[in-house]
């Protein structure tokens, strides 16, 4: 039995990966390395249960020999362009790698007789509430990203009408954490503190979100796609608690110990932006007995000490 991750050298992959070597599976890590970090794949080199595999998860042909090859029976599909910005400027390339992407991998789950498949989706597919959101909400993305994800969990109820394969639609929330490939607000914090500002410049920072740990999102992912035993099983993956980004601005720099101070960035306010976003994340604790930790001071002063600044 083998495992594939799309989106090896990405963030939360790279999570993945580790909690799937960690239980003895074996796995095939597919990247095309355009959007991920190289070294997320090149600590690895010495694991044998891990091989790598550099396409491109639109190539639809390579895709699918990638799954037969390596007799690939579970799949989890996190590739796809995730930075909001990014898709915001080029919403033809979160089409094509979001929605083509996923039809491309659920192909191969289809010619390759695959037996279960998470497909990491977002919070982003629900319309803005300042109530936490339950996953039998109607979904009403509220800009592009969420728009992808949305039809990328269409594609997979499509498919599962003529297929035997169990999926895992994960809607997470606000990830943070160690190896970050995205230029979101906590990276961007720690950057500015390392290159020794003193004054942080930064967007908006009234938004309230899930912050979500993201090696605990990782094993989350994992343990749910083992439960899930409905065709199509939807859960949300966050902590069930919303921080103001001004207290967790707070938060890290307190606990670096810098004083820096806050500026406002113009060029960093986005032009139209959601100010709450929260999960109910009572499926998540019925499914597999336990959900992320909410405990913003602990999940940074672990972010603190994987970037050495503590």
Same mark, same amino acid.
């Given at each position: 039995?083998?495992?594939?991750?799309?989106?090896?050298?990405?963030?939360?992959?790279?999570?993945?990966?580790?909690?799937?070597?960690?239980?003895?599976?074996?796995?095939?890590?597919?990247?095309?390395?355009?959007?991920?970090?190289?070294?997320?794949?090149?600590?690895?080199?010495?694991?044998?249960?891990?091989?790598?595999?550099?396409?491109?998860?639109?190539?639809?042909?390579?895709?699918?020999?990638?799954?037969?090859?390596?007799?690939?029976?579970?799949?989890?599909?996190?590739?796809?362009?995730?930075?909001?910005?990014?898709?915001?400027?080029?919403?033809?390339?979160?089409?094509?790698?979001?929605?083509?992407?996923?039809?491309?991998?659920?192909?191969?789950?289809?010619?390759?007789?695959?037996?279960?498949?998470?497909?990491?989706?977002?919070?982003?597919?629900?319309?803005?509430?300042?109530?936490?959101?339950?996953?039998?909400?109607?979904?009403?993305?509220?800009?592009?990203?969420?728009?992808?994800?949305?039809?990328?969990?269409?594609?997979?109820?499509?498919?599962?009408?003529?297929?035997?394969?169990?999926?895992?639609?994960?809607?997470?929330?606000?990830?943070?954490?160690?190896?970050?490939?995205?230029?979101?607000?906590?990276?961007?914090?720690?950057?500015?503190?390392?290159? %020794?500002?003193? *004054?942080?410049? #930064?967007?908006? $920072?009234?938004?309230?979100?899930?912050? +979500?740990?993201? &090696?605990? =999102?990782?094993?989350?992912?994992?343990?749910?796609?083992?439960?899930?035993?409905?065709?199509?099983?939807?859960?949300?993956?966050?902590?069930?608690?919303?921080?103001?980004? %001004?207290?967790? *601005?707070?938060? #890290?720099?307190? $606990?670096?110990?810098?004083?820096?101070? +806050?500026?406002? &960035?113009? =060029?960093?306010?986005?032009?139209?932006?959601?100010?709450?976003?929260?999960?109910?994340?009572?499926?998540?604790?019925?499914?597999?007995?336990?959900?992320?930790?909410?405990?913003?001071?602990?999940?940074?002063?672990?972010?603190?000490?994987?970037?050495?600044?503590?």
């Amino acid at each position: 039995m083998t495992t594939m991750v799309t989106g090896a050298a990405g963030y939360l992959g790279s999570y993945v990966i580790d909690t799937l070597l960690e239980r003895g599976k074996k796995v095939v890590g597919l990247d095309n390395l355009a959007w991920g970090n190289k070294e997320h794949i090149e600590r690895l080199d010495d694991n044998p249960n891990f091989t790598f595999a550099n396409v491109d998860v639109t190539d639809t042909g390579a895709v699918s020999a990638t799954v037969q090859e390596n007799g690939v029976t579970d799949i989890f599909h996190l590739a796809a362009l995730h930075f909001i910005p990014a898709a915001v400027a080029d919403p033809s390339l979160a089409v094509r790698i979001n929605v083509l992407g996923t039809q491309s991998v659920l192909d191969a789950v289809r010619d390759g007789g695959v037996e279960r498949m998470a497909f990491a989706s977002t919070g982003d597919v629900y319309a803005p509430s300042d109530d936490a959101h339950h996953e039998d909400l109607e979904p009403a993305p509220f800009n592009i990203y969420g728009l992808t994800k949305l039809q990328g969990e269409q594609l997979i109820a499509n498919a599962q009408r003529s297929l035997d394969t169990k999926f895992l639609v994960a809607r997470f929330f606000n990830l943070y954490g160690a190896r970050e490939t995205n230029p979101h607000i906590v990276p961007e914090i720690v950057d500015q503190l390392k290159a %020794g500002s003193g *004054v942080l410049r #930064l967007g908006n $920072l009234d938004p309230r979100r899930d912050m +979500v740990p993201v &090696d605990e =999102a990782g094993k989350a992912l994992v343990e749910a796609l083992a439960a899930a035993s409905d065709p199509i099983t939807t859960v949300n993956v966050g902590t069930g608690t919303a921080h103001r980004m %001004g207290d967790l *601005v707070d938060t #890290l720099v307190s $606990l670096a110990g810098t004083g820096a101070t +806050v500026e406002t &960035d113009p =060029a960093k306010v986005r032009k139209s932006e959601r100010m709450h976003l929260q999960a109910d994340v009572g499926r998540l604790r019925n499914l597999i007995g336990w959900a992320p930790s909410p405990d913003l001071e602990a999940g940074i002063t672990t972010l603190l000490k994987a970037e050495g600044m503590t």
